[in-house]
């Protein structure tokens, strides 16, 4: 079973970081191999909207984008982790996102499955916000949604945390690195 996290906080060892960690914590102590991608860390450039990704379903931009298809057709499980930036996934994780157009072109252009194999594969949405406000998440779940939906990921639940704003406040929070843990032990049964 392999777990793939993928953050879009540009804060290293933030509060997108911690929690992440605990899933990944978690999933790992039932057995599975884990792995985190940190897209702050990465190159990788917005679609271009080129639609060359139509024809084979592969994006023609070369940059580290490629090891992400990789690891996304690798993975049985993935944990979607971003703080809210304006109401939103972080641009890192957006760009990502929008990268997967050419998965998408996989699947309803080219009819092939859009992670080359049909295994079944879930994924989590993690995210912190610094407002108090209840329905904050929304427009970022219905981005990751959507992008799960593509991907034939199924959406298994989110792990949100609002009024969380200072780097590490959510070691404070009461229960939450707990929950994470239990999440991605969960994630993996
Ligand atoms: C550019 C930017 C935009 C933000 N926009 C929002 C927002 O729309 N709503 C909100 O609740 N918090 C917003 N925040 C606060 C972060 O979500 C919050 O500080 C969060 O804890 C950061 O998580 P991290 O430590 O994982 O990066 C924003 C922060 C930044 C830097």
């Known amino acids: 079973m392999r777990v793939l996290g993928i953050t879009g906080s540009p804060r290293r060892g933030g509060n997108t970081d ?42 023609r931009i070369k940059d580290d984008m490629r090891m992400g298809y990789r690891q996304l057709e690798q993975a049985d499980r993935l944990v979607l982790a971003s703080p809210i930036h304006f109401m939103a996934v972080t641009a890192q994780m957006k760009a990502m996102i929008d990268r997967c157009q050419a998965l998408w072109a996989r699947k309803y252009v080219l009819k092939m499955p859009p992670l080359g194999d049909r295994r079944e594969r879930k994924g989590l949405f993690v995210s912190v916000g610094g407002r108090k406000v209840a329905d904050m998440f929304e427009p970022a779940l219905a981005v990751v949604k959507a992008l799960f939906r ?4 199924t959406y298994v639940g989110a792990l949100t945390y609002p009024g969380i704003d200072e780097k590490g406040a959510i070691a404070k929070h009461p229960d939450a690195l707990k929950q994470a843990f239990l999440v991605g032990q969960k994630l993996v049964e």
């Open 150 to 153: 593509v991907l034939d990921i």
């Open 18 to 59: 911690l929690l992440l960690a605990e899933v990944l914590k978690g999933a790992a102590s039932r057995g599975a191999e884990v792995k985190t991608i940190v897209l702050n860390d990465l190159d990788i450039t917005p679609c271009q909207h080129c639609d060359a990704c139509q024809k084979k379903g592969v994006c």
